[in-house]
């Protein structure tokens, strides 16, 4: 018994090393150890990237359609060359959007409140589209019905005149693209901006101007390369790709490989939910709130270039008659609370893993602490604190075992010395000692882990909270999201990591006292690339650990060696 505590230490440190390395792996592109995906790697970036495609009939990859006709419409493959149409850019207080008369797309995004993370002079360009980068917002009609041509992304629409820029009292800006009519169908597009939000309202009015009515599906669709967006760690890994949400599966995010393995599962109908694509601190969604039939598609469409799409079925519209469907294109910040609002199950883009449930109540308390204090590192600093609070009594008895295990180290030492030969009579005069003096060799470790779930739950929401981002602390931290460019916040959490092992009783096992210094160094070296929050969450639970173990051990004199 006397070693399990450290033993279970050895093994949490090892699986945290063991779970990094394999993060890495997956970062650069190489396959896990544990048979998930790999991030893909870009290809060809120095080629522009082609036009990602949804519905056509001609193609012969058809994919069953929304209304469960026998015949079928796919997406438009891409074509040859990338042929651009007029470039119309619409500016609000919060984005700068740019779209493509060609199929009327979306096609370059900046967020006006962010700057980028790799050339701070510049905004985050969330949708782009350029030699290195695919990820664009699409919108088009499709049929079953054979010979029948709709327009879609890839038709040349004429852009109507209007504002481009939202002036001082105004509240929305208004873009309206219409096709030619294409076999007399025609497609009319209107796209609408509003002050301070990141939402963009999407009418679709299909006008069929020909002589028999046509079954019609509109499809809202993301395309994105499948690199991860620049600036990311290679020390933690967070999800880029696809996801979708419905009330039977709920949220679920699809990894690249599967689409491109076509093994990818997902729900392929419901009569509600949505789709996105989601990365660090920041996401886009195709939304319809009002409940109806609709259909899910991934697919591959080039070489590293992939797309989710909606697609809804309008039904037979009649010649001389119009149908018209509204959307809400989603594309900003991944503010919880704001997107809760905008749909069910939306805030889950903002990605805590498996500890979401106790993830969600700590971001609401520390959102409930920056308001009141002000400071999103002091918020930090106070959550960790009331966190400590909670466990107070939880910690002392685990700080109490370790002082009592410290206090007959020497004894076990002697023991281990003299019953070296016999290790069944060394583990009966262990065990009288522990009994004794009423230690528990493991009753250190049991309270740990109990409140383990709660820091790493921690840990997921100072990741993946864009709040953090360029948001200051003290002195010469300006972004909580950034490393610390002095590296004192990684110095002093290793430093405390290093006397928190001189507090604790030493191991007999000079081996296992060589690992337990070396440790907080490994984890330290870590921690030089991780955010500033992240680092000033550790330091400050390490400052408190210490203080509350340094208190109980004066009370047991057993502090110092």
Request: net charge neutral; charged share 15%.
């Amino acid at each position: 018994m006397t070693d399990i505590r450290r033993t279970l230490l050895w093994v949490v440190f090892t699986m945290s090393l063991v779970l990094l390395w394999d993060a890495w792996q997956k970062h650069n592109g190489h396959p896990s150890m544990f048979g998930g995906s790999a991030r893909p790697v870009a290809v060809g970036a120095a080629t522009p990237p082609a036009s990602a495609g949804v519905p056509a009939a001609t193609l012969p990859s058809a994919v069953p359609s929304a209304t469960g006709a026998a015949a079928t419409a796919v997406v438009p493959a891409p074509p040859a060359a990338l042929p651009t149409g007029e470039q119309v850019t619409l500016s609000t207080d919060v984005v700068k959007a740019t779209f493509d008369s060609q199929g009327g797309s979306l096609v370059r995004l900046e967020l006006l409140g962010y700057r980028d993370s790799v050339d701070p002079t510049h905004n985050v360009a969330l949708l782009d589209q350029s030699a290195n980068r695919l990820y664009v917002a699409q919108t088009g009609l499709v049929t079953t019905q054979a010979g029948v041509a709709l327009p879609n992304h890839l038709t040349q629409m004429t852009v109507a005149p209007g504002e481009r820029t939202l002036a001082p009292g105004a509240n929305e800006l208004v873009l309206r693209f219409e096709s030619p009519a294409v076999d007399g169908h025609k497609l009319v597009k209107t796209y609408t901006l509003k002050r301070g939000e990141y939402t963009i309202g999407v009418r679709h009015e299909f006008v069929n101007q020909g002589n028999t009515a046509v079954p019609a599906q509109l499809y809202l669709q993301l395309a994105r390369d499948g690199n991860p967006a620049e600036g990311g760690s290679k020390f933690y890994s967070t999800f880029t790709g696809p996801a979708m949400y419905t009330e039977a599966s709920k949220f679920h995010k699809i990894d690249f490989k599967d689409i491109a393995k076509g093994s990818d599962s997902h729900d392929k109908s419901a009569d509600n939910g949505w789709v996105a694509m989601v990365q660090h601190y920041f996401a886009s969604a195709w939304l319809v709130t009002q409940p109806g039939p609709r259909e899910f598609r991934t697919a591959k469409v080039g070489d590293n270039e992939y797309t989710i799409a909606m697609v809804l079925p309008l039904g037979d519209v009649a010649a001389g008659s119009s149908k018209a469907v509204d959307a809400v294109l989603f594309a900003g910040p991944q503010e919880e609370n704001k997107l809760a609002a905008l749909a069910p199950g939306l805030e889950l883009v903002k990605d805590y893993g498996w500890l979401t449930v106790l993830s969600k109540p700590l971001f609401w308390l520390l959102t409930q602490l920056h308001a009141l204090i002000g400071n999103w590192g002091f918020a930090i600093v106070a959550l960790v604190v009331l966190l400590k609070i909670a466990f107070y009594w939880l910690n002392a008895s685990a700080y109490r075992s370790m002082g009592k295990m410290k206090a007959v180290a020497p004894k076990v030492a002697e023991l281990k010395e003299r019953y070296k030969d016999k290790p069944q009579e060394m583990q009966q005069q262990m065990m009288r000692i522990y009994k004794e003096e009423k230690v528990n060799p493991i009753g250190g470790c049991l309270p740990i882990f109990v409140q383990m779930p709660f820091f790493i739950a921690l840990y997921w929401v100072l990741l993946s909270s864009v709040e953090m981002r360029n948001a200051p602390w003290i002195g010469w931290i300006h972004d909580l999201s950034a490393k610390d460019p002095w590296f004192i916040l990684p110095l002093l959490m290793t430093a405390s990591s290093l006397f928190q092992v001189w507090l604790n009783p030493a191991p007999p096992d000079p081996v296992q006292a060589k690992m337990m210094w070396i440790m907080p160094l490994a984890f330290g070296f870590m921690f030089f690339f991780f955010p500033a929050g992240l680092v000033l969450y550790w330091l400050t639970n390490n400052i408190l650990s210490i203080a509350q173990q340094w208190f109980i051990n004066k009370q047991l004199g057993v502090n110092g060696k």
